[in-house]
């Protein structure tokens, strides 16, 4: 079992950063990839951002990109998600999902093994 728990969401004005925080707990962190999604009201759960079990890879969504940098730290049980030049649109519920030892490009689509319980972030215009 893994738990996970986000953090560091909150109110910022556009243009402004933020950096999320999904902190692990329970089995080997270092075996699952992790993934940043995120829910906008009324709209679907999409992928944000991915990196590999190994650290080694990471993707993200057109619509992020050369924005939001994602990486994770083993020896903390810890994955982040630096998000600079943020937008009105990027206004939703994050959460962070991990899967057993994929790739980052795998985080984008099928069944996540578990998944946290979101931090909002809202963007103000």
């Known amino acids: 079992q893994v738990q996970l728990v986000e953090s560091g969401g909150g109110l910022v004005q556009a243009g402004g950063s933020l950096r999320l925080s999904c902190a692990a707990s329970g089995r080997t962190f270092s075996s699952y990839a992790i993934g940043w999604f995120r829910q906008a009201p009324g709209k679907e759960r999409e992928f944000v951002a991915g990196?590999?079990?190994?650290?080694?890879?990471?993707s993200y969504a057109d619509s992020v990109k050369g924005r939001f940098t994602i990486s994770r730290d083993n020896a903390r049980n810890t994955a982040y998600l630096q998000m600079n030049s943020l937008k009105p649109e990027d206004t939703a519920v994050y959460y962070c999902?991990?899967?057993?030892?994929?790739?980052?490009?795998?985080?984008?689509?099928?069944?996540?093994?578990?998944w946290g319980q979101g931090t909002q972030v809202t963007v103000s215009s």
């Open positions: 999902a991990a899967r057993f030892r994929a790739t980052a490009q795998a985080m984008g689509v099928g069944i996540h093994d578990y």
């Open positions: 990196i590999s079990w190994s650290g080694g890879g990471t």
